[in-house]
């Protein structure tokens, strides 16, 4: 029987394997293909576009004023660029932006439609402010309500047939207006406490953390988080 590491030849004599010719195996095995490659500078692209309107987004979140605090929730929590949380008098938001760019955008309720396409802005935008919610109510030992924001950055025409409920739709451009315009809610040592807690990593995470003290010497309630 013929081994499989010997020739068929009679002679015995079994051809080496010329190194090079291994080598531009190994090469071309790595090389991606021209679809990979174009694949890959997309995506890379696409996390540069992303990376600058993230920064673009914390740039105008921090030019609502001294009395505002904003915490950078891809950081904190890993959520989608473009999220953030803004602390201030008005209360506390979960801010998601989207970018579309100059298509339409219409709403009919929670139902957004842009260039026929229904992405789940909406309850993404609900899915960020639980999250926060969720976490800083855990920490300091009461209930801390997040509004969801949902803004839009782009120059195309934004209409309503029905507006969703429990979240706030605006312009990327008018978002520190309408944060501005919810009033005083919150008290400034309430925004800072709140501010500490959301910049703490521990927060974000699964882990035991220590019940802030909103008062020295006393229990944590709402009535006096608020003052």
């Known amino acids: 029987m013929t081994g499989l590491l010997h020739s068929s030849d009679s002679s015995g004599f079994v051809p080496a394997l010329r190194p090079e010719r291994v080598q531009d195996g190994f090469i071309d095995a790595a090389r991606p293909s021209p679809a990979d490659w174009l ?3 997309r995506e890379a692209r696409e996390q540069r576009r992303a990376a600058v309107k993230h920064a673009r987004t914390a740039q105008r979140l921090s030019s609502l004023g001294p009395q505002w605090e904003v915490v950078d929730l891809r950081e904190a929590a890993g959520t989608e660029p473009g999220t953030f949380l803004a602390i201030g008098p008005g209360g506390v ?3 998601t932006v989207k970018d579309h760019g100059r298509a339409k955008v219409s709403f009919a ?4 439609q842009i260039d026929g396409r229904r992405p789940k802005y909406v309850l993404e935008a609900r899915e960020n402010a639980n999250l926060a919610s969720t976490a ?11 509004m969801p924001v949902l803004a839009f950055a782009g120059s195309g025409v934004i209409t309503f047939y029905g507006v969703p409920r429990g979240c706030i739709v605006s312009a990327y451009q008018e978002l520190g207006r309408v944060l501005n ?3 005083e809610r ?4 309430t925004v800072k406490k709140l501010y500490t807690l959301a910049d703490h990593p521990a927060t974000w995470v699964n ?3 220590d019940r802030y003290n909103w008062t020295k010497g006393e229990p944590a309630n709402a009535e006096g988080a608020g003052r």
């Open 39 to 41: 694949r890959a500078r």
């Open 93 to 95: 938001f979960a801010v």
């Open 109 to 112: 309720g929670d139902v957004v």
């Open 136 to 146: 800083l109510s855990r920490v300091a030992g009461i209930s801390v309500p997040v």
């Open 181 to 183: 315009s919810r009033g």
């Open 186 to 189: 919150l008290a400034q040592r």
């Open 207 to 209: 882990a035991v953390f």
